[in-house]
T-cell receptor, first 111, second 114 residues
Framework: GQNIDQPTEMTATEGAIVQINCTYQ??????LFWYQQHAGEAPTFLSY????GLEEKGRFSSFLSRSKGYSYLLLKELQMKDSASYLC????????????FGDGTTLTVKP | DAGVIQSPRHEVTEMGQEVTLRCKPI?????LFWYRQTMMRGLELLIY????????DSGMPEDRFSAKMPNASFSTLKIQPSEPRDSAVYFC????????????FGSGTRLTVV
């Protein structure tokens, strides 16, 4: 099975940098996703990591260490609109189309 | 592509009534998922299909819930009879190998059972 841990809540200041961590214990690993979900909306895809290292996409970056079962999402130059829930999801090894989601981290960006 | 399309967006019904939620996945996506989201329980996987075949329905709460996927472009989630504790946002999502099986979610159906 899968066990995914994320902090429940985080607060950061506009313009700052924030790192949201995700740790996982799985019976098999086939990639890790990060999704963003604004209040009242559906989750949307942010990033995908399957190899170790950092993937950068504009203000957002995602890092993966498979040996440590660890990932983080890095948000730079925070904006008020970045206030949202961030979901970490691990792709199943035996059933490649299915992912298991963490409970999400609610990020509040303050002026 | 119009994305994953769900209907209705909002549904208010009385306890005991039948509710049917609908989903049209993205064309070419071979996986379809039904999730339920509440503040208390977060995002729960109810059931998912691969190539229109149900693979795992262990997340379906009880026999009052049923789901079908008669073809690659349509799926339904039915609750009969509905109860107030079924009130939640129900999301449909689809995925395919072309996106590394990242999910595309529909806008969701907000169900309120009174």
């Amino acid at each position: 099975g899968q066990n995914i841990d994320q902090p429940t809540e985080m607060t950061a200041t506009e313009g700052a940098i924030v790192q949201i961590n995700c740790t996982y214990q799985t019976s098999g690993f086939n990639g890790l996703f990060w999704y963003q979900q604004h209040a009242g909306e559906a989750p949307t895809f942010l990033s995908y990591n399957v190899l170790d290292g950092l993937e950068e996409k504009g203000r957002f970056s995602s890092f993966l260490s498979r040996s440590k079962g660890y990932s983080y999402l890095l948000l730079k130059e925070l904006q008020m609109k970045d206030s949202a829930s961030y979901l970490c999801a691990v792709r199943d090894r035996t059933n490649a189309g299915k992912s298991t989601f963490g409970d999400g981290t609610t990020l509040t960006v303050k002026p | 592509d119009a994305g994953v399309i769900q209907s209705p967006r909002h549904e208010v019904t009385e306890m005991g009534q039948e509710v049917t939620l609908r989903c049209k996945p993205i064309s070419g996506h071979d996986y379809l998922f039904w999730y339920r989201q509440t503040m208390m329980r977060g995002l729960e996987l109810l059931i998912y299909f691969n190539n229109n075949v149900p693979i795992d329905d262990s997340g379906m709460p009880e026999d009052r819930f049923s789901a079908k996927m008669p073809n690659a472009s349509f799926s339904t989630l039915k609750i009969q009879p509905s109860e107030p504790r079924d009130s939640a946002v129900y999301f449909c999502a689809s995925s395919s190998p072309t996106s590394n099986y990242g999910y595309t979610f529909g806008s969701g159906t907000r169900l309120t059972v009174v």
